[in-house]
C-alpha cells in the first residue's frame, strides 16, 4: 500500500510542477473531475488505460511518474 501512495504522491507533484490541475487533468482524460481527484487519492483503481493517458498528458514515462523516488 504504501508504494501506491508513495506513486500516487509522484503523480500529484508532476503534475503540480507541470501547471495542470486536477479538473485540466480529468478533461484531458475525458472523465470528471470527481473522478480523477478520487484516482489521484487512491480512492480508485487507477487502470492501466488511465495510467497511459497520464503519461501521455503529462509527456513522461510509467517509471518516471509512478516509481520515481
Known amino acids: 500500500?504504501?508504494?501506491?501512495?508513495?506513486?500516487?504522491?509522484?503523480?500529484?507533484r508532476i503534475r503540480k510542477k507541470n501547471g495542470i490541475t486536477q479538473k485540466e487533468m480529468a478533461e484531458r482524460m475525458g472523465i470528471s473531475e470527481s473522478f480523477y481527484c478520487q484516482l489521484e487519492g487512491g480512492k480508485r483503481k487507477l487502470t492501466v488505460d488511465y495510467a497511459f493517458r497520464i503519461t501521455e498528458i503529462l509527456e513522461k514515462s510509467l517509471d518516471e511518474i509512478f516509481f520515481e523516488q
Open 1 to 12: 500500500m504504501n508504494n501506491i501512495n508513495n506513486a500516487l504522491d509522484n503523480l500529484k
